[in-house]
């Protein structure tokens, strides 16, 4: 089992930086794939990046490919998202969480979450 724990959101300007952090405990986090997703007030949670265990295999939204960078440090049971290019439609609530297998998209399989924090950027 494990526990994420999201942090890094705040206020940031249009075409600005901000890089997520998700703390997960436990010690069998390498055992686990991870995702970002988030959600605005009112609309369904969307899927960001997701990444497997051993960092091999990634795959993001269309939304964000090229501006936003998912990784993940095993050995500090934390897996980053790198946040690049900001723009007003990517404030939302980030939400990190984890899976058993690399689901990619799929939310209903991730079976571990995190409370989320929230990023806003300014136009």
């Known amino acids: 089992q494990v526990q994420p724990v999201e942090s890094g959101g705040g206020l940031v300007q249009a075409g600005g930086s901000l890089r997520l952090s998700c703390a997960a405990s436990g010690r069998t986090f390498s055992s686990y794939s991870m995702g970002w997703f988030r959600q605005v007030p009112g609309k369904e949670r969307e899927f960001v990046a997701a990444?497997?265990?051993?960092?091999?295999?990634?795959y993001y939204a269309d939304s964000v490919k090229g501006r936003f960078t998912i990784s993940r440090d095993n050995a500090k049971n934390t897996m980053y998202l790198q946040m690049t290019s900001l723009k007003s439609e990517d404030t939302a609530v980030y939400f990190c969480?984890?899976?058993?297998?690399?689901?990619?998209?799929?939310?209903?399989?991730?079976?571990?979450w995190g409370q989320g924090t929230q990023v806003t950027v300014s136009s």
């Open positions: 969480a984890a899976a058993q297998g690399f689901y990619r998209d799929l939310a209903e399989k991730y079976a571990y």
């Open positions: 990444i497997s265990r051993g960092g091999g295999s990634i």
